[in-house]
């Protein structure tokens, strides 16, 4: 899924949702994540149907995705201001959900959004706001559309079964040569991760190595809670631009000692979750771990 390797050893076995699931990591590159073969989320009718219903008991955007979604676009855009980056013109949000995030450029920037989002109910709630989506990257291309200037992706990288493919095609089809990328994840090293629908748990060097595979040059890599606590860094995002000659792009480099990170993360979370245990994890609408 990184490196190209099909060495791979078990890494855990968890149960999410009923499901029992088992993380390899590869023996080459250190990245860990769930065989494509054996999980049910690479299906795209999961996410069609399945997975707002799996994860929530309910297809509709919920009061709480809605609060989760609009405190991390105030947040985003607040990164981004103090990169001094221009405004973005033409702004693509891959798994836009139910475009709150696109609805805040458009707002705050003036920006023309676009959004992708596979599941029915979310897609029609953005259409709903005046939000212009589509149901997939590859209608998408196939609209031949002007290219953008920002790509966002929120929480989508982790579920998808070939990231660097992904990342290749965004920025191949869809992003200007001088735009920028945005995305995040949940940070292995702080956050639970092991999910039904998480294919792969990312730590800060292997985002960045999956980035630089899929042809980008890391700008920027910020790690934080925002807006589930103020101690624990469950996050990840990264901004980062193409890379002009993607002939250079050097080997993975790999990671050593994920486990031992791992546990020294999960560790750290359980004494501030012990001692501090309000800002370990601050008041939601509906309380639950995103
Ligand atoms: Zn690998």
Same mark, same amino acid.
């Given at each position: 899924?990184?490196?190209?390797s099909?060495?791979?050893?078990?890494?855990?076995?968890?149960?999410?949702?009923?499901?029992?699931?088992?993380?390899?990591?590869?023996?080459?590159c250190?990245?860990?994540?769930q065989?494509t073969?054996?999980?049910?989320?690479?299906d795209?009718v999961?996410y069609?149907?399945?997975?707002?219903k799996?994860? *929530?008991?309910? %297809? &509709?955007?919920?009061a709480?995705? !809605?609060? /989760?979604?609009?405190?991390?676009a105030?947040?985003l855009?607040? $990164?981004?201001?103090?990169?001094?980056?221009p405004d973005?013109q033409?702004?693509?949000d891959v798994?836009a959900?139910?475009?709150?995030?696109?609805?805040?450029f458009?707002k705050?920037l003036?920006s023309d959004v676009?959004?992708?989002?596979?599941?029915?109910?979310?897609?029609?709630?953005a259409?709903?706001?005046?939000?212009?989506?589509?149901a997939?990257?590859?209608?998408?291309?196939?609209?031949?559309?002007?290219?953008f200037?920002?790509?966002t992706?929120m929480?989508?990288?982790?579920?998808?079964?070939d990231p660097?493919k992904?990342l290749r095609?965004?920025?191949? *089809?869809?992003? %200007? &040569?001088?735009?920028?990328?945005l !995305?995040e /994840?949940?940070?292995?090293?702080?956050?639970?991760?092991?999910e $039904?629908?998480?294919?792969?748990?990312?730590?800060?060097?292997?985002l960045r190595?999956t980035?630089?595979?899929g042809?980008?040059r890391v700008l920027?890599?910020?790690?934080?809670g925002?807006?589930?606590?103020?101690?624990?860094?469950?996050?990840?995002?990264i901004?980062?631009?193409?890379q002009?000659?993607t002939?250079?792009?050097?080997?993975?480099?790999?990671?050593r000692?994920v486990?031992l990170?791992?546990?020294?993360g999960?560790l750290?979370?359980?004494v501030?979750q012990?001692?501090?245990?309000?800002?370990?994890?601050?008041?939601?609408?509906e309380d639950?771990?995103?």
């Open positions: 899924m990184l490196c190209g099909a060495q791979k050893k078990q890494f855990d076995r968890v149960r999410s949702f009923g499901f029992p699931l088992v993380y390899y990591q590869c023996e080459r250190g990245l860990v994540f065989s073969e054996e999980s049910q989320a690479v795209p999961f069609a149907e399945t997975y707002r799996v994860y *929530q008991a309910s %297809a &509709e955007p919920t709480k995705d !809605l609060w /989760v979604q609009s405190q991390r105030a947040h855009l607040s $990164l981004l201001r103090g990169q001094n980056i973005p033409r702004v693509l798994g959900s139910a475009g709150v995030l696109l609805a805040a458009q705050a003036g676009m959004g992708v989002e596979p599941g029915d109910a979310y897609r029609a709630y259409e709903s706001q005046g939000i212009p989506m589509m997939s990257l590859d209608a998408l291309i196939s609209a031949n559309p002007q290219r200037n920002l790509i992706m929480h989508v990288l982790e579920h998808l079964p660097v992904t095609m965004l920025r191949t *089809q869809l992003l %200007a &040569e001088d735009g920028y990328l !995305l /994840v949940p940070n292995f090293y702080e956050h639970d991760s092991y $039904l629908a998480h294919l792969v748990c990312y730590t800060p060097h292997t190595e980035l630089r595979q042809g980008f920027k890599v910020w790690r934080h925002v807006p589930r606590s103020a101690r624990l860094n469950l996050y990840l995002t901004l980062a631009q193409p002009p000659d002939n250079e792009i050097a080997p993975v480099k790999p990671e000692f486990r990170k791992r546990q020294a999960m750290y979370r359980r501030v012990k001692i501090l245990p309000h800002q370990a994890w601050l008041p939601l609408p639950h771990e995103v």
